[in-house]
């Protein structure tokens, strides 16, 4: 069974820093991996997807990166802004189209 | 391009009654999820369909919950009778196909008193 851990659970940083968000996962065996944002009393907006056969994926200030041997996957957020303030979500999917996700990871930037 | 839909946004029953849930995926789209997304947890997967036909539904728990996807468009999950574990945010989600990027509705966001 596919267990996907996301570290830390919280986290807080001034605004204009850059920050790394974590997610590990211990089934390789994985199609792709998804990085979600949601907002308080929101949906999930998918930020970036990266297929088992990528290394990387970049959007604007975001970067993705996925290392299927070592189970882990990296979200690199550059310049932070307030508006980033969110709840950060990974999701893989694995065998049978399933999308597992993490606890994810609560972001708070402060001016 | 419109997103997905999902109504009521908010609904408080009493334990043992039941409710229902409605999603309207995005025009096209033949992967329909459904997700559970209790407080502090990320979301977990109820059931998929892919058109009309269920692909996925080994966490739905069968005695109480039940889905439908009428024409492969819209959907329904019901839930008879409520307990008080099912306080949670249920999100409906579409994609244009199994493995691809997921689009989330609102969610529906059930108190069980």
């Known amino acids: 069974k596919q267990e996907v851990t996301q570290i830390p659970a919280a986290l807080s940083v001034p605004e204009g820093e850059n920050l790394v968000l974590n997610c590990s996962f211990t089934d390789s065996a994985i199609y792709n991996l998804q990085w979600f944002r949601q907002d308080p009393g929101k949906g999930l907006t998918s930020l970036l997807l990266i297929q088992s056969s990528q290394r990387e994926q970049t959007s604007g200030r975001l970067n993705a990166s996925l290392d299927k041997s070592s189970g882990r996957s990296t979200l690199y957020i550059a310049a932070s802004q307030p508006g980033d303030s969110a709840t950060y979500l990974c999701?893989?999917?694995?065998?049978?189209?399933?999308?597992?996700f993490g606890t994810g990871t609560q972001l708070k930037v402060e001016l | 391009e419109a997103g997905v839909a999902q109504s009521p946004r908010y609904k408080i029953i009493e334990k043992r009654q039941s409710v229902a849930f409605w999603c309207n995926p995005i025009s096209g789209h033949a992967t329909l999820y459904w997700y559970q997304q209790i407080l502090g947890q990320g979301p977990k997967l109820l059931i998929q369909f892919q058109n009309n036909g269920v692909v996925d539904d080994s966490q739905l728990p069968k005695d109480r919950f039940s889905a439908e996807r009428l024409k492969g468009v819209d959907s329904t999950l019901k839930i008879q009778p409520a307990k008080l574990e099912d306080s949670a945010v249920y999100l409906c989600a579409s994609s244009p196909d199994q493995r691809e990027t997921q689009y989330f509705g609102p969610g529906t966001r059930l108190l069980v008193l």
């Open positions: 999701a893989l999917t694995g065998g049978g189209n399933k999308l597992t």
